[in-house]
């Protein structure tokens, strides 16, 4: 009789903590029941377009590092280092402090470092102008990567893949519409040629004509 008195009186202090267990079981089994939540298609369309933008243009540079030295003594590893170092240094070092810059900010940057990056390889007629154009956009990219795989993180993981499938397709797109632009001008100049060839044979011809005309 004693020891069912013990344990009637050691039952209520034990069920609250069996309650409290069997609380947390409940809601542990609520939390995995819950579905992840699903990202709008447009988001990780924006986060793939980031991406494969950023890349597309570092791709082109490399893509077009012989005709960016061609008539020059200088290796195409000066393309490569003046391309890959500032981004390097950007990825390097932004991460400690560019969390303090509005984001409106770094995307009028990165704008402004391709703008102005690829204007200069344009236009500029000498080669060392050519690769500062090649570190100015080489700054845009190390801009823009820290930037964007940094604003995953307020969004669902699938941003991540979407950013990273991004990145891979740009490498892609880059040589392929570098190429293809080459492309498009041979076959305008093969073109244009061709009709050159034709007004040279009529201009014979008539030539040929007059000149048996005289005779």
Known sequence: ME????????????????????????????????????????????FYAFGALIYTVYSVIISGAQDILAGTFIPTAAVLVTNVGPYFLVTMIAPYFIHKVPYVVRIVAIYTFFTAGLFIIVYAKEVYLKLVGICTTSLGAGIGEVSFFT??????????????????SGFILGPLYYTGIIQVLLCLFVRHRGKLLLFEQMLEEIQCRFHLKQC
């Open 151 to 168: 604003l995953t993180a307020y969004y669902e993981k699938v941003t991540v893949a979407a950013y990273s499938a991004g990145t891979g």
């Open 3 to 46: 020891k069912t008195a013990e344990n009637s009186e050691e039952n209520p202090e034990e069920n609250p903590t069996k309650d409290k267990e069997n609380e947390e079981n409940n809601g542990s089994k609520e939390i995995k029941a819950e579905k992840p939540k699903k990202e709008p298609l447009r988001n990780l369309f924006a």
